[in-house]
């Protein structure tokens, strides 16, 4: 494994808590949520509901899009190479709303994207500059106590043909809470790393000889609780982008 990066730092106050699929903020932010059956009735998404079976369809909400149809969506992905997909909405699809303040929706899959990877969904109208972004993580990687209350989240910072490195964000715990970090990648293993309070941790899973695999991260906590996160890398990172 090329080493574990330890990049630390105690995050700040206004950091503290905010998960990585988070909205970005812009004139008129947008949100996203999972696709239910009575929000699929509400917002008329019903026959996407049976789209990709066994994949999470997440609902994206645009507030006051600006301009008029047809709306352009534009995809960017960090999957390499990096790329950007223009794709021209079916207007009909996903029409401006008839009521004022009613939010601009359309429904995505999970499937194809890979896990922790960030992805930004921006919306623009032909006839104006004005765009509306929203990032969220399709196939989030996140790990919660027993109470519900996240605890870590993974997001992919990168990967290539050489290498594959994540974020860590550890949130779930005290200031002055001290824990473990284990983790084991194939045939290696590095031992507990003894740290204090909330982190942000780069993290490269690679085994050297190896094109790819699952790596086990473990957070042990003082009050015993194990919880385990599998990171997958390289070849096996890869077939997500088919699946």
């Given at each position: 494994m090329?080493?574990l990066h330890?990049?630390l730092?105690?995050?700040?106050?206004a950091?503290?808590?905010?998960?990585?699929?988070?909205?970005?903020?812009?004139?008129?932010p947008?949100?996203?949520?999972?696709?239910?059956?009575?929000?699929?009735?509400?917002y008329?998404?019903?026959a996407d509901l049976?789209?990709?079976?066994?994949?999470?369809?997440?609902?994206?909400?645009?507030?006051e899009?600006?301009?008029e149809p047809?709306?352009t969506?534009?995809v960017?992905?960090?999957?390499?190479?990096k790329s950007i997909?223009?794709?021209?909405?079916d207007?009909e699809?996903i029409?401006k709303?008839k009521?004022?303040?009613?939010?601009?929706?359309?429904v995505?899959s999970?499937r194809?994207f890979?896990?922790?990877?960030?992805v930004?969904?921006r919306?623009?109208?032909?006839?104006?500059?004005?765009?509306r972004?929203?990032?969220?993580?399709?196939?989030?990687l996140v790990?919660?106590?027993?109470n519900?209350?996240?605890?870590a989240e993974a997001?992919?910072?990168?990967?290539?043909?050489?290498?594959?490195n994540?974020q860590i964000?550890i949130?779930?715990v005290?200031?002055t809470?001290?824990?473990?970090?284990r983790?084991?990648?194939?045939?290696e293993r590095?031992?507990a790393?003894?740290?204090t309070?909330?982190q942000?941790?780069?993290?490269s899973p690679?085994?050297?000889?190896?094109?790819g695999?699952?790596?086990?991260?473990?957070?042990?906590?003082?009050?015993?609780?194990?919880?385990?996160?599998?990171?997958p890398?390289?070849?096996?990172l890869q077939r997500?982008?088919k699946d």
């Amino acid at each position: 494994m090329k080493s574990l990066h330890l990049l630390l730092f105690f995050l700040s106050c206004a950091f503290l808590g905010l998960p990585f699929a988070t909205v970005a903020q812009t004139k008129t932010p947008g949100h996203f949520t999972q696709l239910t059956p009575e929000l699929a009735k509400i917002y008329g998404k019903e026959a996407d509901l049976a789209m990709d079976p066994g994949h999470t369809k997440w609902l994206i909400l645009f507030n006051e899009v600006a301009g008029e149809p047809p709306y352009t969506l534009q995809v960017t992905r960090i999957k390499p190479p990096k790329s950007i997909l223009d794709k021209k909405l079916d207007t009909e699809s996903i029409s401006k709303p008839k009521q004022a303040k009613v939010p601009l929706a359309f429904v995505i899959s999970a499937r194809g994207f890979l896990p922790g990877e960030e992805v930004t969904f921006r919306i623009s109208s032909n006839n104006t500059k004005i765009f509306r972004d929203v990032k969220l993580c399709p196939r989030p990687l996140v790990l919660t106590k027993e109470n519900g209350e996240i605890l870590a989240e993974a997001k992919l910072d990168f990967t290539n043909a050489e290498m594959t490195n994540y974020q860590i964000h550890i949130s779930g715990v005290g200031k002055t809470e001290r824990y473990a970090i284990r983790s084991r990648s194939g045939p290696e293993r590095i031992p507990a790393q003894f740290v204090t309070g909330p982190q942000m941790i780069g993290f490269s899973p690679d085994v050297v000889g190896m094109k790819g695999g699952i790596c086990n991260l473990e957070i042990h906590l003082r009050d015993q609780s194990v919880h385990r996160m599998e990171l997958p890398w390289g070849t096996e990172l890869q077939r997500y982008a088919k699946d």
